[in-house]
């Protein structure tokens, strides 16, 4: 079965700081990867999505994220957090058709 | 403008009650799902609908019943609302079945008192 990991339901960092949030996979055969954002009371907004071509992937808002299939991981990060980034990330696989399965989120705090 | 929305965005009501989630895109998109989160945030997946057809149906009690008039709308009825169905239900549309990019709904908030 395809499924994702997110190590750490909460990160904290500080403004300016590298954001660094973790998902590794599993999956028997190559998958497609994607992390959405979700900002309070809104809905998933994708951020970036990885489809078998370039390993590092770059998103909106200053993210990306590198596939690394030696560590099954899809880890997303940003050089600078702002305090706008705060927001719930979730990591996903697409699994089989149009099955996704979602993470169980990571909450980013940016302190000031 | 809104690509995907939905309605009520909030929605308060109490055990046994019958309620229905509305859920239109003008994406053009020919599949649309419809997924729970719950208080943890876990985000799980219950139906998907393409062109009016159902193609997914995860475990989901027999309650909750979707309904594609077209496929520009999917809906969610629920009846005898219970306790634990209290969580944010999110519409979500893709181009076609194919797994491309999901585009998310504002979700509604239910609470079931």
């Known amino acids: 079965a395809q499924s994702v990991t997110q190590l750490g339901s909460h990160v904290s960092v500080s403004e300016g700081a590298l954001v660094l949030l973790r998902c590794n996979y599993s999956?028997?055969?190559?998958?497609?990867l994607f992390w959405y954002v979700q900002y309070p009371n809104q809905g998933l907004q994708l951020l970036l999505k990885y489809t078998s071509a370039a390993t590092l992937v770059k998103g909106i808002n200053g993210f990306e994220a590198e596939f690394k299939k030696s560590e099954t991981s899809f880890h997303l990060t940003k050089p600078s957090a702002h305090m706008s980034d705060a927001a719930e990330y979730f990591c996903a696989v697409r699994r089989g058709g149009n099955q996704f399965y979602f993470g169980t989120g990571t909450s980013l705090t940016v302190i000031p | 403008d809104t690509a995907v929305s939905q309605t009520p965005k909030y929605l308060v009501t109490q055990m046994g009650n019958d309620k229905s989630i509305k859920c239109e895109q003008n994406l053009g998109h020919d599949t649309m799902y419809w997924y729970k989160q719950d208080s943890k945030k876990f985000l799980k997946i219950m139906f998907s609908?393409?062109?009016?057809?159902?193609?997914i149906n995860e475990t989901v009690p027999n309650r909750f019943s979707p309904k594609s008039p077209d496929k520009a709308h999917l809906n969610l009825h629920i009846n005898s609302l219970e306790l634990g169905d209290s969580a944010v239900y999110f519409c979500?549309?893709?181009?076609?079945?194919?797994?491309?990019?999901?585009?998310f709904g504002p979700g509604t908030r239910l609470l079931v008192l």
């Open positions: 999956s028997s055969v190559p998958p497609y």
């Open positions: 979500a549309s893709s181009l076609t079945s194919g797994g491309e990019t999901q585009y």
């Open positions: 609908y393409n062109n009016k057809e159902l193609i």
